[in-house]
């Protein structure tokens, strides 16, 4: 049987809906349905602390007067604490976690290039200090390369010790952390294929690892070039990168920094005729294969 296509979105509620995160709304959106596959809407509110009251609402109905339309209900991380707690025992009965009581000063003191250096590893006789009581728990990786092929940036291999070392799964403030929760999303919602920016290209590998040891499938990956100011800032960090307005040309203008071929905004009778046009248009292919794009904001 062919394997059915399940894309996501899954902005962070931690602002409004801005053209960086339309730019991966929209490039996910149809690749999934150029390829009439299902495109599922998540909210990554794990981290409650960075979360900005209401924006997931007013991003849910950003991306709804945008015409975007998502199939199933929308999924959200703060209702799976549970299923991180169960992905986290696997991890742990397998012998691959351990407790770390480091502080970022100490890490920083004892590693030249920032990366963790096994202090807590067990059997590492190292001098250790126990520091806080407080822990995060961190999970052992292996000394060799992890490759794969993204869909437009191409191969990429990263050497997990080398360049990333044992990384964190659960913070010390009692938080499941980004790696370990998306794993465990995409697989609990059957995800098959990611589009998204291109600042998690170097994630991938470990997020690949974590698939690994959990024994869920490898997914598709794709990164699209990440949106910047002229003077290199990505939109996310600007406090002035407002709302993406909620008309054609700014859906017109995305689908361009996206390398598809469309037609001005006043071919299109309505934001569904745009849309249908794009599906059948679509191609990953064009992408622009770059880490980043200018635009003008
Ligand atoms: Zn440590």
């Keep these: 049987m062919e394997q059915t296509y ?16 339309l730019l991966a709304a929209m490039a996910s959106y149809a690749d999934a349905r150029a390829h ?23 991003i849910i109905r950003t991306l709804e007067q945008l015409g975007f339309e998502w199939d199933e209900s ?10 991180y707690r169960k992905a986290l025992d696997i991890l742990h009965k397998k012998n691959l976690t351990y407790p770390c009581f480091c502080s970022r000063k100490q890490i920083k003191n004892r590693s030249s290039n920032g990366i963790y250096p ?28 992890l490759s794969f ?13 080398q ?13 499941f952390t980004y790696q370990l929760s998306i794993v465990v999303d995409e697989y609990l919602s059957h995800i098959t294929h990611i589009v998204r920016g291109h600042d998690l290209l170097d994630s991938t590998p470990r997020q690949i690892y974590l698939q690994q040891q959990l024994g869920f499938p490898t997914l598709v990956y794709a990164h699209i070039p990440l ?16 709302k993406v307005r909620c008309d054609l040309p700014t859906l017109v203008q995305a689908a361009h920094f996206l390398g598809q071929e469309i037609a001005p905004a006043h071919n299109y009778q309505s934001l569904q005729d745009f849309w249908q046009h794009l ?13 980043k794009i200018e635009i003008m904001y």
């Excluded at 596959?37 to 909210?43: A, M, S």
């Excluded at 929308?74 to 299923?83: A, C, F």
């Excluded at 092929?149 to 010790?161: C, E, H, S």
């Design 6 to 21: 399940r894309g996501r979105f899954a902005p962070s509620p931690s602002g409004e809906l801005h053209f960086g995160s």
């Design 36 to 58: 009439n596959g299902q495109w599922l809407l998540r909210i990554d509110d794990i981290d409650q602390a960075r979360v900005v009251p209401d924006s997931a609402e007013h």
């Design 74 to 83: 929308i999924y959200y991380q703060s209702r799976h604490i549970r299923d």
């Design 118 to 145: 096994g202090t807590c590893r067990p059997n590492n006789q190292a001098d250790k200090t126990t520091g806080d009581k407080e822990c995060a728990i961190r999970i052992k990786v292996p000394d060799k390369a």
């Design 149 to 161: 092929k993204d869909q437009i940036q191409g191969d990429y291999t990263q050497q997990l010790a």
């Design 163 to 175: 360049e990333v070392g044992d990384f964190i799964i659960y913070r010390r403030d009692k938080v």
């Design 227 to 242: 949106a910047v100011t002229p003077q290199q800032l990505k939109l996310s960090k600007l406090s002035r990168a407002r």
């Design 279 to 291: 599906f059948d248009i679509w191609q990953l292919k064009r992408v622009p294969k770059m880490e």
